[in-house]
């Protein structure tokens, strides 16, 4: 099985940066495909950005398109997002999710098998 852990998360003001982590133990992920999701209070789960196993493709809610970038490092079995420009519309809990690697839907969150816990990130006007 894979585990998950997102950290990076916190509190910035409205203009700010943060870089969300997500580390994955038990296996590789070299072969995942991996998502970021994000749920504000009161809403439901949407997609933030995706990433192939290799690292070749990269997909983006509009939303975040041009301000969030999603990466992986082999090396360390993590997965980031880096946040920048950062809007109260952003204020969410994130998490990461991981698809053993077979064609699917980055934006579909039934797609995913494994999933973090999640961090909260809080932006401020």
């Known amino acids: 099985q894979v585990k998950l852990v997102e950290s990076g998360g916190g509190l910035v003001l409205a203009g700010g940066s943060l870089r969300l982590s997500c580390a994955a133990s038990g296996r590789t992920l070299s072969t995942y495909g991996m998502g970021w999701f994000r749920q504000a209070a009161g809403t439901d789960r949407e997609f933030v950005a995706g990433?192939?196993?290799?690292?070749?493709?990269?997909v983006y809610d509009d939303a975040v398109k041009g301000r969030f970038t999603i990466s992986r490092d082999g090396a360390k079995n993590t997965v980031y997002l880096q946040m920048d420009s950062l809007t109260p519309e952003d204020t969410a809990a994130y998490y990461c999710a991981a698809k053993s690697s077979h064609a699917f839907v980055y934006r579909r969150d039934s797609e995913y098998d494994y999933w973090g816990q999640g961090t909260q990130v809080t932006v401020s006007s």
């Open positions: 990433i192939s196993g290799s690292g070749s493709r990269m």
